[in-house]
């Protein structure tokens, strides 16, 4: 990582604030409790974009929404919250299995990109 981006990465993680992290984490760990109870069946139906978090959480009005995606991020390394995505959205797996899965489909892309 350069020194730029590095900078540019320390930048946007220390204007994510604790509220925002709070309402991003009660968002998923919500969507988690209802797929748990059965009022959601699906990981894509618990998944939440980053624009409907932007939208609803950080007021991010930016192509791609970096500060939400910054704060997904800073949830997993400093709050250990195991969040996993793809085109429809991150959200908590209730099991394993979709984790593995995931790591199993970035192994083979990063196999396809060498």
Request: glycine share 4%.
């Amino acid at each position: 990582m350069t020194d730029t981006t590095h900078a540019s990465q320390q930048t946007r993680t220390a204007s994510i604030d604790g509220e925002t992290l709070d309402a991003i984490e009660a968002e998923l760990v919500e969507r988690y409790e209802h797929r748990m109870d059965g009022q959601i069946n699906t990981a894509a139906e618990q998944a939440v974009t980053s624009s409907e978090l932007a939208d609803e959480i950080t007021g991010e009005d930016a192509e791609a929404n970096p500060k939400t995606r910054e704060a997904l991020k800073v949830l997993m390394r400093e709050r250990d919250l195991p969040i996993v995505a793809n085109n429809h959205g991150s959200w908590i797996p209730v099991h394993e299995d979709p984790v593995e899965t995931k790591l199993e489909e970035l192994d083979a892309r990063i196999a396809g990109i060498e």
